[in-house]
């Protein structure tokens, strides 16, 4: 069983700041990539960072320049730190860990509940 659970979404005005953390748990062989996606009714998922086993780190244009993604030590927990929140970044915003859970197993993909971050203007 893995588990993965967000926190830290809330209400901030435009210009603010909010934080949010992802912990995945359970039976984690090795985690391969963590990132952040987010929605808002009616679109697709998009995904707005991610941070693979290695360190590597990609952004959505979007949010270049204003969203940082870190993990900590242990690798299992990440982090999105949202600078200069804008309106448009109104979405629930979902955690996504690509986890193996045993030797030679494959990989899943597991989703958090999401968190919501709205941002009035």
């Known amino acids: 069983q893995v588990q993965v659970v967000e926190s830290g979404g809330g209400l901030v005005q435009s210009g603010g700041s909010l934080r949010l953390s992802c912990a995945a748990s359970?039976?984690?062989?090795?985690?391969?990539?963590m990132a952040w996606y987010r929605q808002v009714p009616g679109k697709l998922r998009e995904l707005v960072a991610t941070?693979?086993?290695?360190?590597?780190?990609n952004y959505a244009e979007s949010v270049k320049g204003r969203f940082t993604i870190a993990r900590d030590s242990v690798k299992t927990t990440v982090y999105l730190q949202m600078n200069s929140l804008q309106p448009e970044d109104t979405a629930v915003y979902y955690c996504?860990?690509?986890?193996?859970?045993?030797?030679?197993?494959?990989?899943?993909?597991?989703w958090g509940q999401g968190t919501q971050v709205t941002v009035s203007s």
């Open positions: 359970g039976s984690i062989f090795r985690l391969n990539a």
């Open positions: 941070i693979i086993g290695d360190g590597k780190i």
């Open positions: 996504n860990a690509n986890i193996v859970t045993k030797m030679y197993g494959p990989s899943f993909s597991y």
